[in-house]
């Protein structure tokens, strides 16, 4: 299982599944992240969190924790 935090900077991926539970899945889902969904990783903070992607055409933060959930291939 290869998941968002795996992906290298410069790197475009497909969203899988979504992981988690309750409000923090709906929060993800939010944000426009869905199955199906494609997904680039523009940056990666030098600690590793968060991480800056492009979804739907704009662009979007989230935290490490967070990018662990999102299933991509």
């Known amino acids: 299982m290869k998941t968002l935090r795996a992906v290298k900077c410069g790197e475009s991926t497909k969203v899988v599944k979504l992981h988690g539970t309750g409000p923090i899945r709906r929060r993800i889902m939010d944000m ?13 903070a030098p ?3 968060p991480i800056e992607i492009t979804v739907l055409g704009y662009e979007l933060s989230i935290r490490k924790a967070d990018a ?6």
């Open 68 to 73: 662990e959930l999102i299933e991509v291939f």
């Open 47 to 49: 600690l590793g969190d």
């Open 32 to 44: 426009g992240i869905t199955k199906g969904v494609d997904v680039i990783v523009r940056k990666v």
